[in-house]
């Protein structure tokens, strides 16, 4: 069954990227939020597979998305994989205590994206 | 006054018996007196009492015998008519009343009847012949027998008898009975008698006065009487009359004879008696004058008297028998009677005084001798110790407990005392000795100034001078002798200032400044001087010390020498050390810690540069609590792990922290450095500005990471895709993955761009080039810059700015304009308006909006303004919105294609002008950006 994934970005650019590289290369279904805040309602609405969570966001960055997903019930246990483009160690040690599935890095290699995902959520690989 | 102790001891014991044994032997001499006085006045008064109780006995016979006859005849018991029945009753009645002398009756008839007793065992009866007249006297024995006829007298008349004065009228006119002297002729004419009569009347039955009784006594029986009264050896007593005649005595002295022989016969008492004081008897005489009172008969009057040196002792009684007799009893003894007695005691207790006075003062020689013979010997052991300890004699031993004790302690003391002598003498040799192999001088000087002793040194020093001139030598003389001079000069010393003479004045002395002269070379001398006293406070020695101080004088130029030197290299180092500790100072203030130097327990021992850190504690206590109690509970244990660790293995220990100070969090590192074994040298340093400068770095580098990141992701995702098949099919995808990569990849540029203008303005490296640009074409080129973006916003810029010149970096300038006019135009909404205005502010005057202006620049300012209409800025964000990619919304840099750096670079421009930028704001209604410009460059500036 084609895997339904949640693209959580504020940059239309980003979202266009990741959305194409997934479909393309991995072959599930996407759908991009411009925000936060739209990013919840949709997560609450679908049902989702994994959700690709961007950090750096005006609204609500990505810390606080992650921790209102993980306090609603119906969202808690969708797995999210950060997106960001911040990548100093002081970054990944916040990251690493929020509970995500895992965290992949901007600049990423379209053709991979879906893999790496895979990886990081156990599911089998194509 | 000198005593010798045997007189000491003698004479006061003998004072003492003699004054004793005298008043013993006076108090016995007066008491012998008083008991013979006590004894006469006693026998006086004792005979005295007899004689009265004797007289008054005498008196009672006749009264009771005449009432009796008168009861006899009254009651008819006795015929008074028969006289032969009445003379066998009278001679009967006088045999048994021998008190008695004689009892008569007389009638009235002339009757007359007496029958006496002249003598012992012989009645002389008298009776009157009524026929004859004749009064014939019959001697009869007891019984009244007639022996012989005495006399017969003739013409006798009882009623007439005597013929001066007849009792018979007078005997009747008294029926009370009546007492009257008379002379009784019944020894005979030659002898008459002194005879007390008692008359008393009598009746027949029938109570007709019928004659006269009569009882009388002679009165030389109350002499018999007063004779036979033992009155001791010469004591005598007399009775007197009230017209004082001497009716009795005791004494040899016949008191009743006729005075007058040659006259005629006479029965008158008076013609017979005695005045007393004219009789023979010496004693009786001066006893009647003293005693016999004419006018004081009823009283006793003691009296006394000496008479050929014979003390007597009297008194005279009154005795009234009846009221018509007035006598006095005279009793007198010589107290010589008595002081035979008494003087034989008094010679008995002489006697016995002397005896006693003699053995006293056998016992008190003896006594004296006993006492003062041991203490004599101690005498002689003193004289001897204090003569010069020769032989000392031996002490005498006594019974004596005290005198023993004293002796003992004597010879004990005198054997210490012999002891110390030698000891002393020990002493003074030893002294000698010692006082000679001293290495000082010692001289020891009389009040005079001559010199008692010198030593050996003294003697080296004074070489010149020969013992003899020394001994010799006064006080006043002493400087020029002994060539003594102050120091450095030739001039003699003072004599009156020599320590010797002030010592000899009493005081103590100290001179240094005095040199001797000893012909070869002068010495430098230190002499020291003490005045020695007696117990009355006079100086009897001067004791001088002196020594030769060459080589110290030597010594101490030398030393003063090495003391200027070292003080001047100690003075020199302590300059260096002064300038150490300043520069030492001046570092530790320069330094930007806090310097501690802490024991092991943590109490600070030293402190700098306290206020280089935020001091939880209270400064006040910072030398009484631990470091510790300043820090909170976590930061304390660390430090104190830290510290141990310091301590124990030598090493710099560093630790960092964070403390919360009035809300604020500081951050400090402190170090710290084991110095010894116990104590650490702590460093404390703020490093809240080092971590802030950190923190925005990394928060810098973090967003300029991201926001680098975010257009390469585009790129790097649209040029991979592009890269294979997957959008061959799907042309218009993939041009817009295209433009994608393209637009990011001028996005990246202009921030690249931005990114390096803010570091280079930030970096303080690039100085604005300044020169006089035109205000308005300033304007105008920013304006050109922002043209089509206006025109494509739709929105219509407004220029007003004035024709003056600015100096200031035209690129910079224009740059700053152009980001405020590309802001202003990308936040307005289409149609509306965005003004550019300049203006220039008053000479002088600062405009009340620039901040960072001095406060009275001496240049005028130019104010940029640019305002737009649009939706405007939160209050909260005006300040922030001028830091790095700090825009008020992040999604602007997106939408507006900004980098988030524009104003960054504004205000940096304009700090390097040395001018403000600030914002003004209203929600909704728009901004307004300003930027004020010094016009000139100011003097600072230019040099």
Known sequence: ?126 | MKISLRALLIVPFLLQVVGITGLVVYLSYRSNQQTVVAMTEHMVAETADRITQQLADYFQAPVALAHQHQAAITSGLVDWQDMAAVEAYFVHQIVYHPNVSGIMITTEDKHFLAVGRPETGQLLIRRRNLNTGELQSIIADQAGTPLAVKEVLPNYDPHQTPPEQPWYELAKANPDGLWLPTVSLARGIEQPILMMAYFLPFTDPQDRPQGVLSASIYLDQAGDFLRRLTIGQTGQAFIVDAQGHLLATSGAEVPFQRSQPQQPLSLQPQDWLLKVQTSQDPVTRMAAQLGVSATLPQATTPFKFRLNGTRYSGKAVPFTPNDQLQWQVVVVISESDFTAAATSGLIRTLLLGGLALLGSIGFGIWTAEYIAKPILSLQQATQAVTGGLAVVPPTQATPILEVEALRQCFDQMTSQLVASFQALRDRETTLASFLNRMPVAISVHDPTGQVLFLNQKGKQLLVQHSPQTMSETSADQLAEIYQLYVAGTDQLYPTDQLPVVRGLRGESAYADDIEIDTGRQRLPLEIHTIPVFDAAGQVVYSINAFQDITERRRAEQLQANYERELEQQVAKQMASLAENEITKQALINAMPDLLMRLGREGIPLEIYNLDAVHWLGDKSQIFHKTMYDNLPQAVAEERRRHVERALATGMIQRQEYELEVNGQIYSEEARIVPVTQDEVLMVVRDISDRRKVERLKDEFISIVSHELRTPLTAIRGALGILDTDVLRDRPDKAHYMLQMALANTERLIRLVNDILDVERLTSGKVSPVREPCPVNHLAQLAVNGVETLALSAHISLKVDVPAVTLWADPDAIIQALTNLLSNAIKFSDPGSRVWLKAEVTGEGIKPAAVKGAPDNPSEPYLVFSVADQGRGIPADRLELIFERFLQVDASDSREKGGTGLGLAICKRIVDNHGGDIWVESVLGEGSTFYIALPMHPSRTEES
């Open chain 1, 1 to 126: 069954m084609t895997k339904r994934i949640l693209v959580i970005d504020d940059e239309l650019d980003i979202r266009e990227i990741v959305c194409l590289s997934i479909e393309a290369f991995s072959g599930w279904d996407t759908e991009g939020a411009a925000s936060g805040w739209q990013g919840l309602d949709k997560a609450r609405q679908g049902d989702w597979d994994a959700i690709l969570l961007d950090i750096s966001m005006p609204d609500m960055d990505g810390v606080e998305v992650f921790e209102k997903l993980q306090q609603n019930p119906q969202t808690q246990s969708i797995p999210v994989i950060l997106l960001t483009a911040k990548v100093l160690p002081r970054d990944r040690d916040r990251f690493a205590k929020l509970g995500v599935a895992g965290v992949i890095t901007k600049p990423f290699d379209p053709i991979n994206i879906g893999r790496q995902m895979a990886n990081l959520l156990s599911w089998p690989t194509l």
